[in-house]
């Protein structure tokens, strides 16, 4: 499974972002999926993830009421919403498949990753 993400760049504080990430296979419709960051000198971290059916969702507390995760099985496609930036939200972006049909923050949970993409906010 080969995912690719896109959407991201340089955004001024307060503005948003649309993140999109897709798989090169079905496989993933039947899976949850999850968005993780890593900012520079720092451990990745749990953004947000959903189950299979998109009815399940967890987002870190550092993004709730601000990003909103959706997908779209029929193009095999998860998005991330992302609304009111600020400069901490900078980093890589990175969207990942879970081994199992539900939502999960945790990252020993997810199977398949994809190469990242570059979300810079700035002040």
């Known amino acids: 499974v080969q995912l690719q993400a896109f959407g991201g760049g340089l955004v001024q504080a307060g503005g948003s972002l649309r993140l999109s990430c897709t798989t090169s296979r079905r496989t993933s419709s039947n899976n949850g999926m999850g968005w993780f960051r890593q900012a520079p000198g720092k451990e990745r971290e749990f953004v947000t993830s959903i189950d299979w059916r998109g009815g399940g969702t967890y987002y870190a507390d550092s993004v709730k009421g601000r990003f909103t995760i959706s997908r779209d099985n029929a193009k095999n496609t998860v998005y991330l919403q992302m609304n009111s930036l600020k400069p901490e939200d900078t980093a890589v972006y990175y969207c990942?498949?879970?081994?199992?049909?539900?939502?999960?923050?945790?990252?020993?949970?997810?199977?398949?990753w994809g190469q990242g993409t570059q979300v810079t906010v700035s002040s």
């Open positions: 990942a498949v879970a081994r199992s049909s539900a939502a999960t923050p945790n990252v020993e949970r997810y199977q398949y």
